[in-house]
């Protein structure tokens, strides 16, 4: 509790002496908080001994305790109002993803990966970026058959050794007939599907083997959430792919 809603606890207590210096540091904290001793006593009237009661009042050993935490208090104000730079948001939520992701979850895809004979990376609007930039990265740095079909292509038939990989922010519902039909599929033909969402409750999660989740974005307003959603799937990619060149280097020692 900072000094300010301090005040207000105690404000029942207050004698007509300390209601005066209340209403003064109410009305003009970070001028209380800056003024000197002596500054403070000219202007509110009052003797020097009425100051120091007021603070041990609250709880302070004296004025300059009580005038130093204001000054802490008000910082720590400044600083909770102070809107975010892009950056700093930006930051937040790579650290965040960096912090949550389920790391089983990610070393399982990149087993999947190195395993495949093709990797399909699929996404559609916004997310095709960053289908398509994983679809280029593991073919240039690792070698790895991968690609990134149109959705007119998801219909073609896919072997048990493949992976696939769909990018879906929020509903996939350009999936839904796709998966419908892998699921008619023998086991035995049936390729292994990883869905990378932000959406805890996607409702395609029950049709995949595997589910990677994203931190949401939904906080920083709609004017940024398609460049957050894009800059987080950007950091999965990378994060998958570290673990699939430690896992291939890994292999190559044994």
Not at 196 to 204: C, F, I, K, S, Y
Request: net charge negative.
């Amino acid at each position: 509790m900072d000094v300010l809603e301090l005040m207000e606890t105690k404000v029942s207590a207050f004698t007509k002496t300390d209601l005066a210096i209340y209403e003064y540091l109410k009305a003009d904290p970070k001028g209380f908080a800056h003024k000197s001793y002596d500054e403070l006593v000219t202007d509110l009237g009052i003797s020097p001994s009425s100051l120091i009661r007021f603070a041990k009042k609250l709880g302070y050993t004296g004025y300059a305790d009580l005038q130093y935490q204001l000054g802490i208090d008000l910082e720590k104000r400044a600083e909770r109002k102070r809107e975010k730079t892009i950056g700093e948001t930006y930051c937040d939520f790579i650290l965040q993803e960096e912090k949550s992701i389920d790391q089983e979850a990610l070393d399982d895809l990149a087993q999947w990966v190195a395993e495949a004979s093709k990797v399909h990376c699929v996404g559609f609007h916004l997310s095709n970026l960053p289908a398509r930039f994983l679809s280029v990265a593991l073919r240039a740095l690792h070698g790895i058959d991968a690609d990134s079909p149109e959705y007119d292509y998801l219909i073609q038939q896919y072997r048990a050794d493949e992976l696939i990989i769909l990018f879906s922010v929020r509903s996939g519902e350009q999936y839904r007939e796709f998966l419908k039909g892998l699921a008619k599929s023998a086991d035995t033909e049936r390729p292994r599907v990883a869905l990378v969402t932000m959406n805890p409750r996607h409702a395609l999660r029950g049709s995949c083997d595997r589910v990677i989740m994203l931190p949401s974005a939904d906080s920083v307003g709609s004017e940024r959430l398609a460049i957050i959603d894009n800059m987080m799937y950007m950091m999965f990619n990378e994060m998958l792919m570290a673990k699939v060149k430690e896992l291939r280097a890994a292999n190559r020692a044994k």
